[in-house]
């Protein structure tokens, strides 16, 4: 059974920095590409960042580049998003993400999120 675990989500100051950390089980961790996404209330569930299985590619949302940087550690099953430079804009709700095998077939898999707000 796929298993997503969120952490690290908080208050911060604007220009401040949150690490999010996401702890996998029940499937092969370090095979599987893995994603960040964060949605805002009545908003859609976008992408901010991804990252290959073994952690040599990575591809961000534009308004992310430069701030955020995703990776992982396939040792430890972990998938982490580091946000420097935080914005109010920042604000949402952020999820860690893998399209991995079910017994119905392969989808995509959630975790339950962390909240992060941005605020002075």
């Known amino acids: 059974q796929v298993q997503l675990v969120e952490s690290g989500g908080g208050l911060v100051q604007p220009g401040g920095s949150l690490r999010l950390s996401c702890a996998a089980s029940?499937?092969?961790?370090?095979?599987?590409?893995m994603m960040w996404y964060r949605q805002v209330p009545g908003g859609e569930r976008d992408m901010v960042a991804s990252i290959t299985y073994n952690g040599g590619g990575t591809n961000y949302a534009d308004s992310v580049k430069g701030r955020f940087t995703i990776s992982r550690d396939n040792t430890m099953n972990t998938l982490y998003l580091q946000m420097n430079s935080l914005k109010p804009e920042d604000t949402a709700v952020y999820y860690c993400s893998v399209h991995a095998p079910s017994d119905g077939g392969p989808r995509r898999f959630w975790g339950q999120g962390t909240q992060v707000t941005v605020s002075s």
């Open positions: 029940g499937f092969n961790f370090r095979s599987f590409p």
